[in-house]
């Protein structure tokens, strides 16, 4: 898995953006109209793409079938979308899967980020851990008690 740090408002914006182009952009031509540096665009690409939402094609961002019909559900339906596309990503799903063993449903947050920095080799596995709990609180997936430093995987 690629390193995403985007957040869910971000992808929803691209995914809004790209719609906007009827279902089509090249990348560069994005950044522009947002004027933005490509760069600043990418992060938020990357994380669409990984959930299924977008494909790139030759430096084109389109929208799948899957990014249309998120874009066209109601804001319950695209939660459980997140919630879907994120226990296909093998690491997720894998992490998903250590919480459901635990006697407790959770994990501290060195253990969550420990995990995330050995599974998906980031360099930066503290903002990476923002953003999947980002996603993951949208999908209501997992809950983070920011008192005791933990995350509590939803029953």
């Given at each position: 898995m690629a390193n995403p740090h985007a957040g869910v408002s971000e992808i929803i914006g691209l995914l809004?953006?790209?719609?906007?182009?009827?279902?089509?952009?090249?990348?560069?031509?994005?950044?522009?109209?947002?004027?933005?540096?490509i760069d600043e665009v990418y992060p938020a690409i990357e994380a669409a793409e990984m959930?299924?939402?977008?494909s790139t094609p030759s430096g084109d961002i389109k929208l799948t079938d899957e990014g249309r019909a998120f874009l066209s559900s109601d804001i319950q339906r695209r939660k459980d979308m997140i919630r879907e596309q994120m226990l296909n990503i093998e690491s997720v799903s894998k992490l998903i899967a250590t919480l459901r063993?635990?006697?407790?449903?959770?994990?501290?947050?060195?253990?969550?980020?420990?995990?995330?920095?050995?599974?998906m080799k980031s360099l930066h596995p503290e903002q990476l851990f923002r953003v999947i709990?980002?996603?993951?609180?949208?999908?209501?997936?997992?809950?983070?008690?920011?008192?005791?430093?933990?995350?509590?995987?939803?029953?």
């Open positions: 809004e953006a790209v719609n906007d182009f009827s279902g089509s952009v090249d990348a560069a031509v994005l950044a522009d109209d947002f004027d933005l540096e959930l299924g939402f977008v063993n635990s006697e407790e449903l959770k994990m501290s947050k060195e253990e969550f980020t420990e995990y995330l920095s050995t599974t709990l980002n996603w993951a609180r949208y999908a209501e997936l997992l809950r983070y008690d920011s008192d005791s430093d933990e995350i509590y995987l939803v029953a």
